[in-house]
T-cell receptor, first 114, second 113 residues
Framework: DAGVIQSPRHEVTEMGQEVTLRCKPI?????LFWYRQTMMRGLELLIYFNNNVPIDDSGMPEDRFSAKMPNASFSTLKIQPSEPRDSAVYFC????????????FGNGTRLTVT | DQQVKQNSPSLSVQEGRISILNCDYT??????FLWYKKYPAEGPTFLISISSIKDKNEDGRFTVFLNKSAKHLSLHIVPSQPGDSAVYFC????????????FGGGTRLMVKP
């Protein structure tokens, strides 16, 4: 089991550019989550998919953020256009479902927008 | 509105002693609580959990206590080891929240040799 795989590990981009973060969940997991970690706000949930369908995107900060899950093994989080305040570590996590199933996190993507 | 709070941003403990990390919550609908540990440059990893039908759950050196009336939980690590040095996140969820977790802000534990 390779765990949740995120790419890239680090991304540095200029303000206004489009950024795409990628995630491959653990095989067989049917729930996928995108979290953002900042010093000010800690770990905050951005969006949650169940069986590839977005269930709750109330945490997505603005229309500049969008997420897709075209199949059970891949998800993307896109920021367009990016802004310096988007700088953070973005984590993807998956679980096997059920509200008491622990989440398995990837190692995150550190995004820096200059 | 922080529904899960960890009021101590950091904690320093001597190796071999007990570490106690605290967490408070406000949402009475939360009925399942988890602790995650995070090392630098890695994602959080699940450590231990407790259901609201219990007041204690133990796994080796780690014990989580839940006080529902006070809406408070704590993680005890005994004896503490230098390898326990990490950031610890408390998280909570409820049956009506799907399996969306609400995380606290984290406590950085430093165990000194």
């Amino acid at each position: 089991d390779a765990g949740v795989i995120q790419s890239p590990r680090h991304e540095v981009t200029e303000m206004g550019q489009e950024v795409t973060l990628r995630c491959k969940p653990i095989s067989g997991h049917n729930s996928l989550f995108w979290y953002r970690q900042t010093m000010m706000r800690g770990l905050e949930l951005l969006i949650y998919f169940n069986n590839n369908v977005p269930i709750d995107d109330s945490g997505m900060p603005e229309d500049r953020f969008s997420a897709k899950m075209p199949n059970a093994s891949f998800s993307t989080l896109k920021i367009q256009p990016s802004e310096p305040r988007d700088s953070a570590v973005y984590f993807c996590a998956s679980s096997s479902g059920g509200y008491n199933s622990p989440l398995h996190f990837g190692n995150g993507t550190r995004l820096t927008v200059t | 509105d922080q529904q899960v709070k960890q009021n101590s941003p950091s904690l320093s403990v001597q190796e071999g002693r007990i570490s106690i990390l605290n967490c408070d919550y406000t949402n009475s609908m939360f009925d399942y609580f988890l602790w995650y540990k995070k090392y630098p440059a890695e994602g959080p990893t699940f450590l231990i959990s407790i259901s609201s039908i219990k007041d204690k759950n133990e796994d080796g050196r780690f014990t989580v206590f839940l006080n529902k009336s006070a809406k408070h939980l704590s993680l005890h690590i005994v004896p503490s080891q230098p390898g326990d040095s990490a950031v610890y996140f408390c998280a909570a969820t409820g049956n009506n929240a799907g399996n969306m977790l609400t995380f606290g802000g984290g406590t950085r534990l430093m165990v000194k040799p």
